[in-house]
């Protein structure tokens, strides 16, 4: 496999700064603004060639002919536009949402939706079960629930393995752990079937992709480093690893469903998401709002430093003082989504036979059923460069009232201030194994196709609902 596509932090070549001196994000938009000003020739410049449309896989399983359907917990950004790419190509797609209000407009954009809010008491319906019984494609995107510690069972004695801090809302629901599992035992009973199989009945098919979309999060801190799918997962927040948490969970419960079938048959992709941007949910959206300003950030001049010679960090800070953000396109997500999906098709895929004789040797839990990507572009950045990039291709060169230092020096204090950790995350496996072609390799093509109104993946009627 190749080998990671990021270089080692490189500085820049221009004369030395003098110590004090801060460079504005007002200063660096200015600058961009002039370069990359808002006509469409200079800007192709940076887009390049049109984005291409995504490749859904097809609609008609080849093995039955029968339709595929998507099932999505949890209808947000990242899964709408995976339902609506699937819809636009033929599939049936539905999926969960919070409230009655939601379901509506979700129904009025061709997208069935059922209410489930677990944590409220509210369950799926009937039809709900129905529909997630009759998926073949199941996604699952909505986080996992922290557990109560003045709840939690301190019984357990020594040696004894601790309960997760955490708990995955679906895998808690006794009616959509039955649905899952029962579209498997159906399929067990029926794998050799010849016809029966064929005219499968919606109750009957086989789920053949399970997927759950986690955070590039769980793998902490690793001091500015390259990371892989294979790394150490070193969650340094309540919320990552409850992320973690989940994972394994669904790792666990796909393991053992598959073991008690007595035969692998479903695929669980686990997605470690990048901060997800795209079509009104971008630094061009932060930037027109001002919202920046309100968080206050802004680095000390040398006046104001404190005795170790850090600037104080400002509330809500912990974003800006990262050297490498990890972010994806919405578009380039759900491409990485559809290629997974469409790979799923080839039961007996050869890179997936290599790779569970190649591990088998030093690995005795590998299973190529189970399977993690990344889902990251080319370049992480700190939050305030993709900023100013943003700032200069707004009309009128919006003037933001933050500051940040040199990148240098911002880079440096990031590694000491920043309880969230720094790490550069590769996305080789999802190119190699899955043959992406990211439309959007960095956020300077993401937001330039946003800034020139580039709204895939969605349609018209899904831009309102997000």
Known sequence: MATARFPAPVRRTCSPSPPNRVTSLSRRASALAFRCNASA?????????????LDAPPASDPRTGATRSLFCFGLGYTSL????????????????????????????????????????????DDAGVAALRDATHVLVSVPPTERDHHSEDRSKGPGEEAAP???????????????????????????????????????????????????????????????????????????????LDAERAWEAFARSENASGGFKNVRLRVFRLGGVYGPRRSLLDAAARGTETETNVKRADSKSRSSSGRAPRAKNSSRFSRAFVA???????VAILCASARLADDEDDARFRDADSNASSSNAFFDSNVRTYNAADDAPAPRAVALAFAAALLAGQKTLNVSVESEAEAEAEARVVNDRGEKRVSNERAKTELGVFFAFPTYKEGLTAI????????????????
């Open 81 to 124: 536009g995976l339902a609506e790419t699937l819809r636009r190509a033929g599939w049936r797609v539905a999926g969960t949402c919070r409230s009655a209000e939601r379901a509506r407009a979700l129904e009025a954009a061709g997208i069935p939706a059922f209410v489930w809010c677990p944590d409220e008491r509210e369950f799926l």
């Open 41 to 53: 020739s200079s800007r192709a410049a940076v887009s390049g060639a049109p984005t291409p449309a």
């Open 327 to 333: 972010r994806c396109h919405v578009r380039d997500v």
């Open 451 to 466: 800034a020139d109104g580039d709204t895939s993946p969605f349609s018209e009627k899904t831009l309102d609902l997000l």
């Open 165 to 243: 801090s955490s708990i995955d809302p679906v895998l808690a629901d006794a009616a959509c752990v039955a649905a899952l599992s029962r579209a498997r035992a159906v399929s067990s009973e029926r794998r050799d079937g010849g016809e029966d199989q064929k005219n499968a009945t919606p109750k009957t098919r086989r789920l053949q992709w399970l997927a759950y979309l986690s955070s590039t999060g769980v793998y902490g801190d690793h001091f500015g480093n390259v990371v892989d799918e294979t790394s150490r997962c070193v969650p340094t927040t309540a919320k990552t690893r409850a992320r």
